[in-house]
C-alpha cells in the first residue's frame, strides 16, 4: 500500500518536472530571439507606417472629398499601434543595456514574446490597410447650398412670394407650386430666398436649385441635379440608368426642388423626379401662367411688381452714398417710378445712376430715362431684349396687335375688358368673327395668352387688365418701326391743345384721352386713321365741321364724357365706323340722321346723354350688333318708334332706366314687347319695372333660356342697376337677377332663378328665407346679395331646402337684416355651400349663431370671413353648435375681418384649431375679447394684424412668446 503510494507520487512529480522544463525552455527560446522578433516588428512597422503615409498623401490630394469611414478607423489603429510599438522599443532598448544580466532573462523572454504578437498586428494591420472601400468619396451634398442674394425681408412686396409658397410647403396635399409673372419682377430672387429660408432647412432633408434657362435640355437638368447630389455615374451611362440613379437617391430623401426660370413643360419622371409619399416638394417659377398649368402645379403664385415703398427702399440700397443728397431725393423718386416697380430694372437703372454725384446729372438722367426705350441707356437694352422676346414669341399676329393695341391707354389704369374686346373687333383683330359672343370668346382666349406671358396683368378689379410703363414703352416703340401700326398716345398728359398736325398725319391710331382739350384741327389728313380715342376731354365742347373729311378708314372713334353738343355734318364720311361711343356725353340731344351713312357700324353707346329719342335711320343700320342707351331723357310717348325691333341683327342691347323716373306702365309694356322680337339677342341688360314686364318678356322670347343667352335683369325699383357682386368675379357673370321694393314670392321670379348665376335681393317684404323661393331653384347660384330684407330670418330653412342646396355658391353677402336669426335653419346636408369662398355679414342685429348646426363642417373652401356690426355675437364658433370640432376647421380661410361686435368674447372655443391658412386678421371696437386662439404651433401663415393699440394693450396672455411673435404682425390704428 505504502509502496503504491510512493509510485504514484514519483509519477506527479515526473510530470511537473516536464511541465516546468517545457516552459523554461519556451522562455529561454524567446529570450534566444530576442533581437530577431525586435527587428522583425520594427521592419513590420516600417511597411506599416508607409501605407499610412500614403494613405494619408492620397488624402491630401482629394482635399474636395471626404475619407471614408473604414479609412478613418483604419488610421486610427494605426496610431494607437504606432504608440505601443515605440513604447516596446524603449523596453527594448532598456533589456539591451542589460544585456549581461542574465537575472534579466526572464523579463527579456516576456518582451520578445510582446514584440512577437505584435508584429503579427502589424502584418494584419497592414492587410487591412488595403482599403477595399476606397481611401476617400465623394462628399455627400450639403443640406442646403447657400447662394448669395439679396435679402427681402424688409421687402413686404417681394417678401410676401416667399411666405405665400412656405404656406404651401406646410400643406401635405400640395406636391407642387408655380410662381409665375413678367421679366424683371423677381422670380429668380425669390426663388434664392426660398433657398436659403431658414425654415425650408428644417423642413426638408435636401434643397435642390437649379436653373433651367431657355437653352435646357433634360440632360442638363439630371447633369445638375447628379452634381447638386454628388453622384457618380460610371462610365457613359444611358438615359434609364440615370434616371433611376436619380429616383433611387431622392427616393429616400425629403427633398425640395426649386425649379428657376422654366422656359418649356417637361415631365419630371423623365429627369428622374420620384413621387415620394414623404412630403417632398417641387416649386417651379416661369414667366408663363399656362406652363405651371401643364406642369401640373397645385396651387400657383403670381409674382406682382414692388409697391412703391419697396421700389423706392431696393433704388436706394443700390445707389448707396448719392442718395445722401437731399436734393437729389425728389428726382430719385420719380427715377423710381420710371422703373415700374421692376427689380431687374430698379438694379439696370441704379447702376448707371450711382456714378451721377450731382444733381443736374441726375435731372439729365431722368430726361434720358423717360425717353427710353427711343433713346439708348447703358445697361438697359438687356431689359428691352427680355421684354421683346416674349412680345415676339406670341403665335400670331393677331396676338401681337392686341398686344400694340393697349399701349393707346395710359400705364397702370384699368382698362375694361369687354371695351377692349369691342375695339380689338373694331379693328379687324379677332379673324373677322361675325357673331359678337363669338368675337369676345376669341378676344377672352387671346387676353389670356397675353396674361400668361405678362403682357398684360389683371387689375384689382377683376373685370379690368392693365399695362405696365415699361411694357407700354416698349409697346410704342414696337409699334413706331411698323408702318401700318404707328400710334400717336398722349393720354393724361393735360394737354389744352392737340398735337401738330403731321403727327396726326402719320398716325394710324391716336390716344389723347384724359387730356383738357378744347378744340381739335379744323382739319387733318388722316388717311390711315384706324382709333380715335378723345374720351373724357370734359372742356371739348364742339368738333369742326370737316373734322372727319378724311378719316374714311376710321373704325373706332370714342368720345365719352365729352362736352359735345352735337356731331359734325362730316360724320357720314366714316363709312368703316365700327364702334362709336356717345356715352355720358350729356350735352348732346340728338342723333343726326346722316348717322344712317355708317352702314358698317356694329356698337354704339348712347347712355348717359341728352338725347331724346332715337332717330328711325338707326333700324337702317344693318351691321349693328351692340346697342347700349339709356331711358332717362326720352319723351314721355313711345320713345322707341319700333327702331329697336327693326335692327335685326342686334345680338347686345342694355337698356338703362332712371329709377327716379316714372315711366307709363303701357309704355315699359311696349318697350319690352319690342325687345322680345329680336331674334338673334344673345345679351340683354334691362329694368324692369314690374314683375309683369318681366314676364311679358320671358313668355315673348323663348331666347333667353339658351345656353348661350346672357342677362342682367333688375326687377323693381332701385336705385342702381350695377349688379356691385360682380366686381368678385374674374370675368362678369352671365345671368343676373336683382330684385327690389317687392314682396311675397312670385312665380315668374322663381322661374327666371333657375338660369341665374347671381342675385341680389333688395328692400323685399314679407319674406322669411331664400327658401321661399324654392331651394331647388337656386341650384345654379354662384353670388348672392341679401340687402334690407326686414323680414327674413333665415337665409336657408332645412325644413323645405333638397338634400343639397347652394353647391355652388361662391359668395354670399347679407347687409341690413334686422331680422336674421340664422344663416341655416335646420340640419346641413353634406355638399351644402360646398363651393363657398366668402361670407360677407354686416348689420346683422339679431344674429347670435353665425355656424349653427355644424354648418361650419361644409366651409372647407372659405376664405374670407367679414363680420361687422352684428351687436348679438358673442362668439364666431360656438362649440355647443359644433360639439366635434375638427382642429382642421377651415383649412383655406385666409382673411377674417371683426368689426363693431361688442359682446364678441371668442373667435374660437379653444386653441386647438390649426388656422393653416390664415394671413390677416383685422379687428375693431370688440371691447370684450380679450384673447385670441392662437398658440407658438397654429395660424403659421399670419402675417397682418390690423387692431387698435388700446384694444391690444387690454389682451389676456398665457405665453408672453406668442405676444411677441404676433405683436411683429401688428399695424395699429
Given at each position: 500500500?505504502?509502496?503504491?503510494?510512493?509510485?504514484?507520487?514519483?509519477?506527479?512529480?515526473?510530470?511537473?518536472?516536464?511541465?516546468?522544463?517545457?516552459?523554461?525552455?519556451?522562455?529561454?527560446?524567446?529570450?534566444?530571439?530576442?533581437?530577431?522578433?525586435?527587428?522583425?516588428?520594427?521592419?513590420?512597422?516600417?511597411?506599416?507606417?508607409?501605407?499610412?503615409?500614403?494613405?494619408?498623401?492620397?488624402?491630401?490630394?482629394?482635399?474636395?472629398?471626404?475619407?471614408?469611414?473604414?479609412?478613418?478607423?483604419?488610421?486610427?489603429?494605426?496610431?494607437?499601434?504606432?504608440?505601443?510599438?515605440?513604447?516596446?522599443?524603449?523596453?527594448?532598448?532598456?533589456?539591451?543595456?542589460?544585456?549581461?544580466?542574465?537575472?534579466?532573462?526572464?523579463?527579456?523572454?516576456?518582451?520578445?514574446?510582446?514584440?512577437?504578437?505584435?508584429?503579427?498586428?502589424?502584418?494584419?494591420?497592414?492587410?487591412?490597410?488595403?482599403?477595399?472601400?476606397?481611401?476617400?468619396?465623394?462628399?455627400?451634398?450639403?443640406?442646403?447650398?447657400?447662394?448669395?442674394?439679396?435679402?427681402?425681408?424688409?421687402?413686404?412686396?417681394?417678401?410676401?412670394?416667399?411666405?405665400?409658397?412656405?404656406?404651401?410647403?406646410?400643406?401635405?396635399?400640395?406636391?407642387?407650386?408655380?410662381?409665375?409673372?413678367?421679366?424683371?419682377?423677381?422670380?429668380?430672387?425669390?426663388?434664392?430666398?426660398?433657398?436659403?429660408?431658414?425654415?425650408?432647412?428644417?423642413?426638408?432633408?435636401?434643397?435642390?436649385?437649379?436653373?433651367?434657362?431657355?437653352?435646357?435640355?433634360?440632360?442638363?437638368?439630371?447633369?445638375?441635379?447628379?452634381?447638386?447630389?454628388?453622384?457618380?455615374?460610371?462610365?457613359?451611362?444611358?438615359?434609364?440608368?440615370?434616371?433611376?440613379?436619380?429616383?433611387?437617391?431622392?427616393?429616400?430623401?425629403?427633398?425640395?426642388?426649386?425649379?428657376?426660370?422654366?422656359?418649356?413643360?417637361?415631365?419630371?419622371?423623365?429627369?428622374?423626379?420620384?413621387?415620394?409619399?414623404?412630403?417632398?416638394?417641387?416649386?417651379?417659377?416661369?414667366?408663363?401662367?399656362?406652363?405651371?398649368?401643364?406642369?401640373?402645379?397645385?396651387?400657383?403664385?403670381?409674382?406682382?411688381?414692388?409697391?412703391?415703398?419697396?421700389?423706392?427702399?431696393?433704388?436706394?440700397?443700390?445707389?448707396?452714398?448719392?442718395?445722401?443728397?437731399?436734393?437729389?431725393?425728389?428726382?430719385?423718386?420719380?427715377?423710381?417710378?420710371?422703373?415700374?416697380?421692376?427689380?431687374?430694372?430698379?438694379?439696370?437703372?441704379?447702376?448707371?445712376?450711382?456714378?451721377?454725384?450731382?444733381?443736374?446729372?441726375?435731372?439729365?438722367?431722368?430726361?434720358?430715362?423717360?425717353?427710353?426705350?427711343?433713346?439708348?441707356?447703358?445697361?438697359?437694352?438687356?431689359?428691352?431684349?427680355?421684354?421683346?422676346?416674349?412680345?415676339?414669341?406670341?403665335?400670331?399676329?393677331?396676338?401681337?396687335?392686341?398686344?400694340?393695341?393697349?399701349?393707346?391707354?395710359?400705364?397702370?389704369?384699368?382698362?375694361?375688358?369687354?371695351?377692349?374686346?369691342?375695339?380689338?373687333?373694331?379693328?379687324?383683330?379677332?379673324?373677322?368673327?361675325?357673331?359678337?359672343?363669338?368675337a369676345r370668346d376669341r378676344g377672352h382666349n387671346i387676353l389670356h395668352d397675353l396674361i400668361n406671358v405678362s403682357l398684360l396683368e389683371r387689375s384689382a378689379v377683376?373685370?379690368?387688365?392693365?399695362?405696365?410703363?415699361?411694357?407700354?414703352?416698349?409697346?410704342?416703340?414696337?409699334?413706331?418701326?411698323?408702318?401700318?401700326?404707328?400710334?400717336?398716345?398722349?393720354?393724361?398728359?393735360?394737354?389744352?391743345?392737340?398735337?401738330?398736325?403731321?403727327?396726326?398725319?402719320?398716325?394710324?391710331?391716336?390716344?389723347?384721352?384724359?387730356?383738357?382739350?378744347?378744340?381739335?384741327?379744323?382739319?387733318?389728313?388722316?388717311?390711315?386713321?384706324?382709333?380715335?380715342?378723345?374720351?373724357?376731354?370734359?372742356?371739348?365742347?364742339?368738333?369742326?365741321?370737316?373734322?372727319?373729311?378724311?378719316?374714311?378708314?376710321?373704325?373706332?372713334?370714342?368720345?365719352?364724357?365729352?362736352?359735345?353738343?352735337?356731331?359734325?355734318?362730316?360724320?357720314?364720311?366714316?363709312?368703316?365706323?365700327?364702334?362709336?361711343?356717345?356715352?355720358?356725353?350729356?350735352?348732346?340731344?340728338?342723333?343726326?340722321?346722316?348717322?344712317?351713312?355708317?352702314?358698317?357700324?356694329?356698337?354704339?353707346?348712347?347712355?348717359?346723354?341728352?338725347?331724346?329719342?332715337?332717330?328711325?335711320?338707326?333700324?337702317?343700320?344693318?351691321?349693328?350688333?351692340?346697342?347700349?342707351?339709356?331711358?332717362?331723357?326720352?319723351?314721355?310717348?313711345?320713345?322707341?318708334?319700333?327702331?329697336?325691333?327693326?335692327?335685326?341683327?342686334?345680338?347686345?342691347?342694355?337698356?338703362?332706366?332712371?329709377?327716379?323716373?316714372?315711366?307709363?306702365?303701357?309704355?315699359?309694356?311696349?318697350?319690352?314687347?319690342?325687345?322680345?322680337?329680336?331674334?338673334?339677342?344673345?345679351?340683354?341688360?334691362?329694368?324692369?319695372?314690374?314683375?309683369?314686364?318681366?314676364?311679358?318678356?320671358?313668355?315673348?322670347?323663348?331666347?333667353?333660356?339658351?345656353?348661350?343667352?346672357?342677362?342682367?335683369?333688375?326687377?323693381?325699383?332701385?336705385?342702381?342697376?350695377?349688379?356691385?357682386?360682380?366686381?368678385?368675379?374674374?370675368?362678369?357673370?352671365?345671368?343676373?337677377?336683382?330684385?327690389?321694393?317687392?314682396?311675397?314670392?312670385?312665380?315668374?321670379?322663381?322661374?327666371?332663378?333657375?338660369?341665374?348665376?347671381?342675385?341680389?335681393?333688395?328692400?323685399?317684404?314679407?319674406?322669411?328665407?331664400?327658401?321661399?323661393?324654392?331651394?331647388?331653384?337656386?341650384?345654379?347660384?354662384r353670388a348672392c346679395s341679401v340687402e334690407g330684407c326686414k323680414d327674413i330670418i333665415c337665409i336657408i330653412d332645412a325644413n323645405v331646402a333638397p338634400p343639397c342646396?347652394?353647391?355652388?355658391?361662391?359668395?354670399?353677402?347679407?347687409?341690413?337684416?334686422?331680422?336674421?336669426?340664422?344663416?341655416?335653419?335646420?340640419?346641413?346636408?353634406?355638399?351644402?355651400?360646398?363651393?363657398?369662398?366668402?361670407?360677407?355679414?354686416?348689420?346683422?342685429?339679431?344674429?347670435?349663431?353665425?355656424?349653427?348646426?355644424?354648418?361650419?363642417?361644409?366651409?372647407?373652401?372659405?376664405?374670407?370671413?367679414?363680420?361687422?356690426?352684428?351687436?348679438?355675437?358673442?362668439?364666431?364658433?360656438?362649440e355647443t353648435e359644433n360639439p366635434c370640432l375638427d382642429p382642421r376647421t377651415l383649412p383655406n380661410l385666409k382673411k377674417l375681418v371683426v368689426h363693431d361686435l361688442?359682446?364678441?368674447?371668442?373667435?374660437?372655443?379653444?386653441?386647438?384649431?390649426?388656422?393653416?391658412?390664415?394671413?390677416?386678421?383685422?379687428?375693431?371696437?370688440?371691447?370684450?375679447?380679450?384673447?385670441?386662439?392662437?398658440?407658438?404651433?397654429?395660424?403659421?401663415?399670419?402675417?397682418?394684424?390690423?387692431?387698435?393699440?388700446?384694444?391690444?394693450?387690454?389682451?389676456?396672455?398665457?405665453?408672453?412668446?406668442?405676444?411677441?411673435?404676433?405683436?411683429?404682425?401688428?399695424?395699429?390704428?
Open positions: 500500500m505504502v509502496e503504491a503510494a510512493a509510485s504514484a507520487i514519483a509519477v506527479e512529480a515526473y510530470k511537473d518536472g516536464r511541465s516546468i522544463f517545457g516552459y523554461i525552455s519556451k522562455k529561454v527560446e524567446f529570450a534566444d530571439d530576442f533581437k530577431f522578433n525586435f527587428e522583425k516588428m520594427t521592419d513590420q512597422a516600417k511597411m506599416l507606417y508607409a501605407r499610412r503615409d500614403d494613405v494619408e498623401a492620397e488624402i491630401n490630394k482629394n482635399k474636395m472629398k471626404r475619407v471614408t469611414k473604414e479609412c478613418e478607423a483604419w488610421i486610427y489603429r494605426v496610431k494607437v499601434a504606432e504608440q505601443e510599438v515605440l513604447k516596446l522599443e524603449s523596453k527594448y532598448k532598456k533589456e539591451i543595456m542589460h544585456a549581461w544580466r542574465y537575472a534579466r532573462l526572464w523579463s527579456r523572454a516576456n518582451l520578445s514574446k510582446h514584440m512577437a504578437k505584435k508584429r503579427e498586428e502589424l502584418r494584419v494591420l497592414l492587410e487591412e490597410g488595403k482599403l477595399d472601400n476606397g481611401v476617400v468619396a465623394d462628399r455627400s451634398p450639403e443640406h442646403v447650398r447657400v447662394i448669395d442674394t439679396c435679402g427681402i425681408e424688409d421687402k413686404p412686396s417681394l417678401n410676401w412670394a416667399v411666405e405665400e409658397i412656405l404656406g404651401n410647403l406646410r400643406e401635405r396635399k400640395i406636391k407642387r407650386i408655380g410662381l409665375w409673372g413678367m421679366v424683371g419682377t423677381g422670380k429668380t430672387t425669390v426663388m434664392q430666398n426660398l433657398n436659403n429660408n431658414k425654415e425650408v432647412k428644417k423642413m426638408f432633408d435636401i434643397v435642390i436649385w437649379i436653373s433651367v434657362s431657355k437653352a435646357w435640355s433634360i440632360e442638363k437638368v439630371q447633369d445638375a441635379i447628379t452634381q447638386r447630389l454628388k453622384l457618380r455615374l460610371e462610365g457613359q451611362a444611358n438615359a434609364v440608368e440615370t434616371v433611376q440613379l436619380i429616383s433611387n437617391e431622392l427616393g429616400g430623401m425629403r427633398y425640395l426642388l426649386l425649379l428657376d426660370e422654366v422656359w418649356d413643360p417637361f415631365d419630371l419622371h423623365e429627369i428622374g423626379i420620384p413621387n415620394n409619399d414623404n412630403d417632398s416638394k417641387v416649386v417651379f417659377a416661369s414667366r408663363f401662367r399656362d406652363l405651371c398649368y401643364d406642369m401640373d402645379a397645385d396651387e400657383l403664385v403670381n409674382m406682382k411688381r414692388l409697391s412703391d415703398a419697396d421700389a423706392y427702399k431696393m433704388f436706394e440700397e443700390k445707389v448707396g452714398r448719392n442718395m445722401k443728397n437731399p436734393s437729389i431725393i425728389p428726382v430719385a423718386q420719380l427715377v423710381v417710378r420710371e422703373c415700374a416697380g421692376l427689380p431687374l430694372l430698379i438694379d439696370k437703372v441704379a447702376r448707371v445712376f450711382r456714378k451721377k454725384d450731382n444733381i443736374h446729372l441726375w435731372r439729365d438722367g431722368l430726361k434720358s430715362l423717360q425717353r427710353w426705350p427711343s433713346i439708348k441707356i447703358q445697361g438697359m437694352d438687356e431689359v428691352l431684349e427680355f421684354l421683346k422676346f416674349c412680345y415676339e414669341d406670341l403665335d400670331g399676329e393677331d396676338k401681337k396687335v392686341c398686344f400694340l393695341y393697349g399701349a393707346l391707354f395710359p400705364e397702370d389704369r384699368d382698362i375694361f375688358v369687354d371695351y377692349l374686346m369691342e375695339c380689338w373687333k373694331a379693328e379687324g383683330f379677332l379673324d373677322s368673327i361675325d357673331e359678337f359672343r363669338d377683376k373685370t379690368h387688365v392693365r399695362m405696365n410703363k415699361v411694357l407700354r414703352n416698349m409697346a410704342l416703340k414696337i409699334s413706331s418701326g411698323v408702318s401700318d401700326h404707328k400710334i400717336l398716345a398722349r393720354p393724361c398728359e393735360g394737354l389744352k391743345k392737340p398735337p401738330k398736325e403731321e403727327e396726326w398725319t402719320s398716325a394710324s391710331r391716336i390716344s389723347l384721352m384724359d387730356n383738357d382739350l378744347c378744340s381739335l384741327p379744323a382739319t387733318s389728313n388722316c388717311t390711315n386713321l384706324s382709333t380715335l380715342l378723345l374720351q373724357r376731354n370734359k372742356n371739348l365742347m364742339m368738333i369742326q365741321e370737316s373734322f372727319f373729311l378724311s378719316m374714311q378708314r376710321l373704325r373706332v372713334l370714342d368720345l365719352h364724357a365729352t362736352a359735345i353738343t352735337s356731331l359734325p355734318p362730316s360724320l357720314p364720311c366714316l363709312t368703316h365706323l365700327r364702334a362709336l361711343y356717345l356715352n355720358s356725353c350729356e350735352g348732346l340731344i340728338e342723333l343726326p340722321s346722316s348717322i344712317e351713312a355708317l352702314v358698317h357700324l356694329e356698337v354704339l353707346d348712347i347712355r348717359r346723354t341728352g338725347i331724346i329719342s332715337l332717330p328711325i335711320q338707326v333700324g337702317s343700320l344693318t351691321q349693328m350688333r351692340c346697342l347700349r342707351m339709356s331711358l332717362s331723357n326720352f319723351g314721355a310717348g313711345n320713345p322707341m318708334s319700333k327702331v329697336i325691333s327693326s335692327i335685326s341683327s342686334l345680338e347686345e342691347l342694355m337698356i338703362d332706366v332712371d329709377p327716379n323716373t316714372l315711366w307709363s306702365d303701357q309704355v315699359m309694356r311696349t318697350i319690352t314687347e319690342e325687345v322680345s322680337t329680336l331674334t338673334r339677342l344673345t345679351s340683354l341688360t334691362f329694368s324692369f319695372p314690374k314683375v309683369e314686364c318681366l314676364e311679358i318678356f320671358i313668355r315673348s322670347s323663348p331666347l333667353w333660356k339658351d345656353l348661350r343667352f346672357t342677362f342682367q335683369f333688375s326687377v323693381g325699383i332701385c336705385n342702381s342697376v350695377k349688379h356691385h357682386i360682380l366686381d368678385y368675379f374674374e370675368y362678369q357673370l352671365c345671368k343676373c337677377l336683382k330684385y327690389a321694393n317687392d314682396e311675397g314670392t312670385n312665380p315668374v321670379i322663381s322661374e327666371v332663378l333657375t338660369e341665374t348665376e347671381v342675385f341680389e335681393l333688395i328692400d323685399h317684404k314679407n319674406i322669411l328665407s331664400l327658401s321661399d323661393f324654392g331651394t331647388e331653384n337656386l341650384s345654379k347660384l342646396a347652394f353647391e355652388w355658391l361662391e359668395r354670399m353677402v347679407i347687409n341690413n337684416a334686422p331680422g336674421l336669426h340664422c344663416i341655416w335653419n335646420g340640419p346641413v346636408p353634406v355638399g351644402s355651400l360646398g363651393q363657398m369662398t366668402s361670407l360677407t355679414l354686416y348689420n346683422c342685429p339679431k344674429l347670435k349663431k353665425i355656424f349653427s348646426n355644424g354648418l361650419i363642417e361644409q366651409l372647407s373652401e372659405l376664405k374670407h370671413l367679414s363680420v361687422e356690426e352684428c351687436h348679438e355675437i358673442e362668439e364666431i364658433i360656438i361688442p359682446k364678441l368674447r371668442s373667435i374660437a372655443p379653444n386653441d386647438l384649431l390649426i388656422w393653416p391658412s390664415l394671413e390677416r386678421l383685422d379687428i375693431a371696437s370688440c371691447p370684450s375679447l380679450l384673447k385670441l386662439p392662437f398658440t407658438r404651433i397654429n395660424a403659421i401663415n399670419l402675417r397682418s394684424i390690423d387692431a387698435e393699440q388700446s384694444w391690444w394693450s387690454t389682451l389676456v396672455w398665457q405665453d408672453d412668446a406668442v405676444k411677441d411673435k404676433l405683436r411683429s404682425f401688428c399695424s395699429f390704428t
